[in-house]
T-cell receptor
């Protein structure tokens, strides 16, 4: 997997948008950007992924820059339940077998305050 | 509801007493995997399976066994648990046998070996 860098932590007010940045300057052409989150000691949860176009689902939006070297996960209306560690990873659909494992870095801790 | 289930959720046992942690998914996923998560070490893959009767070692397979006799089930077996296997365990599944695309995680099993 290509290396990603994320800030260590950030916070936002409940009801406001949370914008979580991720840098992946060495991403290759066939690698997707994935976001997962882990609420304390619960199972990691898939959020969204994208290749180069912006993506939106019921949980979040993913904005990928045109050069694909960075991206932003947007939680449009953060709630207290969104407090978690968010992991940005890049991986290719060709990462099969032993390379299919997920490797999380340190992630960014999002704290949503009332 | 589409989900990955694990049982038990919490287990305290003694060294050497064989145990099995069950994992089941109801999404007809081909790929299943076991991870352990330890403070400061992140997620580490123990074993994975790309389909029925197809299993392979991950990064930390020592002391563990798995089987995949049915598509939906992927039990993790500790034949002779030791204290260094005290950890938080997660089962995950993915639609395709390659493990590509998003992976869905169970709620976790917290194991303590004394």
């Amino acid at each position: 997997d290509a290396k990603t860098t994320q800030p260590t932590s950030m916070d936002c007010a409940e009801g406001r948008a949370a914008n979580l940045p991720c840098n992946h300057s060495t991403i290759s052409g066939n690698e997707y950007v994935y976001w997962y989150r882990q609420i304390h000691s619960q199972g990691p949860q898939y959020i969204i992924h994208g290749l180069k176009n912006n993506e939106t689902n019921e949980m979040a939006s993913l904005i990928i820059t045109e050069d694909r070297k960075s991206s932003t996960l947007i939680l449009p209306h953060a709630t207290l339940r969104d407090t978690a560690v968010y992991y940005c990873i890049v991986r290719s659909d060709f990462d099969t077998g032993a390379n299919s494992k997920l490797t999380f870095g340190k992630g960014i801790t999002l704290s949503v305050r009332p | 509801e589409a989900q990955v289930t694990q049982n038990p959720r919490y287990l305290i046992t003694v060294t050497g007493k064989k145990l099995t942690v069950t994992c089941s998914q109801n999404m007809n996923h081909e790929y299943m995997s076991w991870y352990r998560q330890d403070p400061g070490l992140g997620l580490r893959q123990i074993y994975y399976s790309m389909n029925v009767e197809v299993t392979d070692k991950g990064d930390v397979p020592e002391g563990y066994k798995v089987s995949r006799k049915e598509k939906r089930n992927f039990p993790l077996i500790l034949e002779s648990p030791s204290p260094n296997q005290t950890s938080l365990y997660f089962c995950a599944s993915s639609l395709f046998g390659t493990g590509a695309y998003e992976q869905y995680f169970g709620p976790g099993t917290r194991l303590t070996v004394t």
